[in-house]
């Protein structure tokens, strides 16, 4: 014996209502008899269960079915504002990265000039002492703020600034024409004068004192970046200071332990 059934069946854009036939005699109804439920009462249940599948099927919205019918097309949505509904943006929506503020891109310009005499500190190294310990140290700044300086310009180069910074951030010019004092700790043309002049023991102590000032200065410059009023929120310029921060406190440390030894007090 068949039972019937309404459903729905979709062509195109239209929607019949059809009638379904199938026979009763499910396996579980045995079971319902048991329960003193009757077959006319399974055939109904059953009957109202697969209507609602097939209309709750037909009734999806139509980005829902978009996304059904094709998975790999993304589906964007915007929330609205309270109180407001949402918005379902194409598929070609992208994203815009705000442009970095004035002082990250003065903070990266000036810090690869930073960086810059630092290496050019560590490059007399080789050729001034034998110190076993400084040599070490003066490969990991040399290696580690030379691989910075290429970071910083890929990303000032990547937003179209320039890699140098302006004349008019300078704070002062030596006699001979050359920058002086351009960004805080740096060492003056004296001072590398001094450095280059200077071998052996004399040589560990300017570099040592001289690399703890330029440390320092750096640490300055992080501090001014993120005291600045909506500075420091580009995600690459505060990954970039915050670890350049953590790495010269470090080094700093090492440093000052360096000087210790060396000092008459460390000896007694």
Wanted: glycine share 8%; charged share 20%; proline share 6%.
């Amino acid at each position: 014996m068949y039972k019937s059934a309404l459903g729905l069946y979709q062509n195109g854009n239209s929607i019949r209502i059809i009638m379904l036939s199938y026979s009763p005699k499910w396996k579980f109804c045995g079971t319902c008899r048991k329960r003193g439920l009757r077959a006319g009462t399974v055939s109904v249940l059953l009957s109202g269960f697969l209507l609602a599948s097939i209309i709750g099927s037909f009734f999806l919205s139509p980005s829902a079915q978009a996304q059904q019918t094709n998975p790999a097309t993304p589906v964007v949505v915007q929330p609205g504002a309270p109180g407001q509904p949402s918005k379902t943006l194409p598929p070609s929506t992208r994203a815009t990265l705000p442009r970095p503020s004035h002082a990250e891109v003065e903070f990266m310009q000036g810090m690869i000039m930073h960086h810059s005499q630092a290496v050019e500190m560590t490059a007399l190294i080789a050729s001034h002492t034998e110190n076993k310990d400084l040599r070490s140290l003066g490969a990991r700044i040399s290696s580690s703020q030379s691989d910075e300086i290429k970071l910083m310009q890929r990303w000032l180069a990547g937003w179209g600034e320039s890699i140098s910074m302006p004349m008019s951030g300078m704070q002062g010019m030596h006699t001979s024409g050359e920058p002086m004092m351009l960004m805080p700790g740096m060492l003056t043309p004296g001072q590398m004068d001094a450095l280059r002049k200077a071998k052996g023991a004399e040589f560990d102590r300017l570099f040592l004192t001289g690399m703890i000032q330029h440390h320092d200065g750096a640490l300055t410059m992080v501090k001014d970046l993120f005291n600045t009023a909506g500075a420091g929120q580009n995600a690459d310029v505060f990954d970039f200071a915050t670890d350049a921060d953590n790495t010269q406190r470090a080094e700093i440390k090492i440093m000052q332990s360096m000087l210790e030894k060396k000092s008459p007090k460390g000896k007694q």
